[in-house]
């Protein structure tokens, strides 16, 4: 359905609202595409942009590098209103297959945004969360424990969330602004403590179930037989079979035009709003 025909989920009939919304292709009033974001971008923030990319020599048309799948070390010559883009996301990490992964990106000239635990991952592994923001990635929030939050109370949702934002914020100086529920399970509820903390909540559009396999050449096929156009990719750099598929995932992106960015850059000229949730 058309931006412009969605419509609130009446509070208090959650179950009717839910089938009312499968069934008409409708969706929740705090749900929103990426292209739609954009397209919704208060005009202050499409003026900075456009000066953005003015002021870098870019345009919004003329960004041979951009159109190439290559990108600036901060991303600037990126602008997803006119190339065809699709957000890399990583969960769960950091892991022991993170620094590679982060080679890889390295030497591909790619960005991608990477969802985060907290107990086991950034608590352990300090040195691969600095790395990430160092070389130019995008820091977001899985939860401290993978506990799923639409079961948690909010006092249990904040404390989950608050944690990582903490702990990252203590290595890196910088506070996510994006969350990933676990499993993508959320609410209301979910929505309204991820608001407080000044989250926004990303699901995806394309996974390749890495959990349930190893097997590089499937991650694969799975991955480039989902992705269109604003996408947003799900993958997992805990699992051994996932980082492995990187190389050929990314090559047969760039060779069918597109342009790997981050969950921001793909919003962008719209910044990511707290307490909504963006899925393609």
């Known amino acids: 359905m058309p931006k412009t025909a969605r419509r609130p989920v009446i509070a208090g009939l959650l179950t009717a609202a839910s089938l009312a919304l499968a069934l008409s292709g409708c969706t ?35 960004s041979k590098d951009a159109k190439n799948g290559k990108d600036a070390a901060d991303g600037s010559d990126v602008d997803c209103r006119e190339v065809k883009c699709v957000a890399l996301t990583f969960d769960a990490g950091p892991s022991e297959n993170t620094d590679h992964l982060l080679d890889i990106l390295k030497k591909e000239q790619v960005h991608a945004t990477f969802f985060m635990l907290g107990k086991n991952h950034i608590a352990e592994r300090p040195a691969e969360v600095k790395r990430i923001d160092r070389e130019g990635h995008e820091l977001a929030n899985h939860t401290w424990s993978h506990q799923i939050l639409t079961g948690a109370t909010p006092a249990e949702i904040t404390s989950q969330l608050s944690r990582v934002q903490k702990a990252v914020h203590d290595l890196t100086g910088k506070t996510p602004t994006l969350m990933r529920p676990p499993q993508g399970r959320t609410d209301e509820k979910v929505a309204k403590v991820s608001k407080e903390l000044g989250l926004a909540e990303v699901l995806w559009s394309v996974t390749a179930k890495d959990y349930l396999t190893n097997d590089s050449k499937l991650i694969t096929k799975r991955v480039l037989d989902q992705t269109e156009q604003d996408g947003i990719i799900l993958l997992h750099d805990i699992y051994p079979g996932t980082v492995p598929a990187v190389p050929g995932i990314l090559k047969e992106l760039k060779h069918r035009g597109f342009t790997i960015v981050t969950v921001s850059q793909l919003l962008s000229p719209a910044k990511p709003e707290p307490g909504m949730v963006y899925r393609p």
């Open 28 to 62: 929740p009033a705090n749900e929103i595409a990426p292209a739609d974001a954009r397209d919704d971008a208060p005009a202050a923030d499409v003026k900075a942009r456009d000066a953005q990319l003015a002021a870098d020599g870019k345009g919004t048309k003329d």
